[in-house]
Each structure stands twice: as structure tokens, then as C-alpha cells.
């Protein structure tokens, strides 16, 4: 099963070469891996161009303007060949080479739609832990959700179910993800491992502004969904995410 990699960025210099290391060190060599660039004006694209020998053909790339990171990963979507679909964004990394290969068993072992795995959200650095996404199963009527950046889906989930909602600045991806859980045909298969690295900082983990705006477009998101008691639902969703932030202790 071939896994198409999308990576979406925008003058993202100071981070894409950690991305792009953690891709080339893979033990798995079983994909395309895709750089949608937005028209980065800093160093991005130089960067992308020195490493694009290095994938011998497997890295491939778009540098042009669009509306926003959704849309970005909605071009990255249309363009995937694979069998499966991942996103990897441009500030973040596989935790260890075996992440692919990880993936790929799992899929071909529970002959699952969709894997999703534990998440750590790191500093700048990647070397301090500032919280801990422990996912485990859960029920998305009472606000549990997979962490995006760990989510591997089939390309059949992404034609039956559609691409991000670009109304969204924030939320698109968990009004995917809810579009998707609320289809009990499709089987999602826990990996309890921790594959992925997210630096903090982005608009919905930057402190408590950016809690704020992802709150406010979760209730809409929730409520768009016909999810019962949204406001509830929202708040148990936010009070799991200051607790992983409050609680973690390495």
C-alpha cells in the first residue's frame, strides 16, 4: 500500500528541513511524498529544491498562491496517487524511521479505513514537551476527536467524505474528522504509539487566544454536524486539552 505524504507550507524556512530529514530517514520507502507550497519568499522552496534529489523521484512540488492551509491541502489531496493519505505539516516530525512502516502494518494487519496514533506537542526546539495528546478510543458525541497530524486515511474516505471546509480558519480538520467518525462504516485502528512531533505555536495551540478561536469554531463545527448539546460537548473537548497541557509531567 503506497502512502502519499502531503506537506503544506509557507515561508517555513526555519522548520522544513527537520521535515523534510524525518521523511528521507524513513525505513519505509513505500511512498510520494507532496510540497504544496504557498508562494513561500523566504528561503522554503531552496531548501525543498537542495533535498528533491535526494528523494530520487519520490518528492514532488507546487509553488503557487493560494487561500490558506486548507486549501493547500485540498490541492495536496486531489494530487495523491497512494492508497493511503497522510499530512505532515511543515514544522513537524516523525518521531522515530519506523513511523511509515508502522503505519503501513497496521492498515494491511486490521485491513482498517483509517490509523491514528498518539501525538507530542514540542517547543521550537522539538526538545521540551508541552503536552502530551494520549488518544486511546473514544466517542465523538462526548468531544473525544483523534489528533489530526496523526490521522493516515484511505483515499476512498477522502472521495466519499470530501476535502476541508475552507470556511474554516482552524476547525476544518475536526469537521472533517467528525464527518468521517459519524460514518460507522468506516474502521479507525489505534497505534498507542507516539508518531508524530508538533511544535507549538499554530493558530489553535497558541496560548489562550488561540484556544479561544478554536473553541469558537468547534461550536459551529459541532452544531453544522447536528452533534447534541454542542456547547457541552465543546467544553469537555476544551477542559481534555488544559488538562493534557497542565497535567503532563515527563
Not at 519568499?41 to 531552496?46: G, H, I, L
Not at 509553488?63 to 493511503?84: P, R, V
Not at 501525538?119 to 483523534?146: H, S, T
Amino acid at each position: 500500500m503506497k502512502i502519499t505524504l502531503i506537506t503544506v507550507c509557507f515561508n517555513s524556512e526555519s522548520t522544513i528541513q527537520d521535515t523534510l530529514e524525518s521523511v528521507l530517514n524513513q525505513t519505509s520507502k513505500n511512498y510520494e511524498y507532496l510540497i504544496i507550497d504557498g508562494k513561500s519568499k523566504d528561503r522554503t522552496m531552496e531548501i525543498v529544491k537542495e533535498y528533491e534529489p535526494k528523494f530520487k523521484g519520490k518528492l514532488k512540488w507546487i509553488s503557487e498562491k493560494d487561500q490558506g492551509l486548507y486549501d493547500a491541502m485540498n490541492k495536496g489531496i486531489g494530487l495523491a496517487s497512494g492508497d493511503i493519505i497522510g499530512i505532515l505539516n511543515s514544522d513537524d516530525i516523525f518521531s522515530n524511521p519506523k513511523t511509515l512502516e508502522t503505519i503501513e502494518k497496521t492498515f494491511l494487519k486490521n485491513h482498517c479505513d483509517g490509523t491514528y496514533s498518539d501525538l507530542e506537542i514540542r517547543d521550537a526546539k522539538l526538545e521540551k514537551v508541552v503536552r502530551k495528546f494520549i488518544a486511546k478510543k473514544g466517542n465523538y458525541k462526548f468531544g473525544w476527536y483523534p489528533p489530526h497530524p496523526t490521522l493516515y486515511l484511505k483515499r476512498e474516505v477522502y472521495q466519499k467524505h470530501g476535502l476541508y471546509n475552507q470556511e474554516y480558519r482552524i476547525a476544518a480538520d475536526y469537521d472533517f474528522m467528525l464527518r468521517v467518525m459519524k460514518d460507522i462504516s468506516v474502521h479507525l485502528s489505534y497505534i498507542p504509539k507516539t508518531l508524530i512531533y508538533m511544535r507549538s505555536g499554530g493558530a489553535s495551540t497558541d496560548g489562550i487566544g488561540g484556544y479561544y478561536k478554536s473553541f469558537k469554531e468547534s461550536f459551529h463545527v459541532l452544531k453544522k454536524n447536528q452533534i447534541h448539546f454542542p456547547f457541552i460537548v465543546n467544553s469537555i473537548r476544551g477542559f481534555k486539552i488544559i488538562l493534557q497541557s497542565f497535567c503532563y509531567k515527563k
